[in-house]
Nanobody
Framework: QVQLAESGGNSVQAGGSLRLSCEVS????????MGWFRQAPGKEREGVAA????????????VKGRFTISSDNAPSGNAQNTLYLQMSSLRPEDTAMYYC???????????????????????WGQGTQVTVSS
């Protein structure tokens, strides 16, 4: 059974940094896409970044140059994997609940184009809160 569990959310001041982690267990597909989403109060959930099974990333324009997605198991191979989101130069508008997501991905890389949309993932974590104060 695939399970995702986020951690690392916290309250920080603008300009600060945080590193989010997502423990992924039970994963067996060697071709996959994993990503981070966020949802602010009253807003729709939006894709932030994604990474394919070879470690290639893609980012939303709003976080390019400030956020870095990585995985400690790319290229793929193990059922246990950890996904990270290093966030720097944080802004108040980055305040949101952050979620990690994963799905098998065949037929090419998920990171060659825009960040994949929410409906392309079937596995989700419960979220971790990030609050950035000005």
């Amino acid at each position: 059974q695939v399970q995702l569990a986020e951690s690392g959310g916290n309250s920080v001041q603008a300009g600060g940094s945080l590193r989010l982690s997502c423990e992924v267990s039970g994963w067996t597909d060697q071709s996959y896409c994993m990503g981070w989403f966020r949802q602010a109060p009253g807003k729709e959930r939006e894709g932030v970044a994604a990474i394919d099974h070879d470690g290639r990333p893609t980012y939303a324009d709003s976080v390019k140059g400030r956020f870095t997605i990585s995985s400690d198991n790319a290229p793929s191979g193990n059922a246990q994997n950890t996904l990270y989101l290093q966030m720097s130069s944080l802004r108040p508008e980055d305040t949101a609940m952050y979620y990690c997501a994963a799905d098998p991905w065949y037929g090419g890389s998920c990171s060659r184009g825009p960040v994949p949309e929410e409906n392309e993932y079937n596995y989700w974590g419960q979220g971790t809160q990030v609050t950035v104060s000005s």
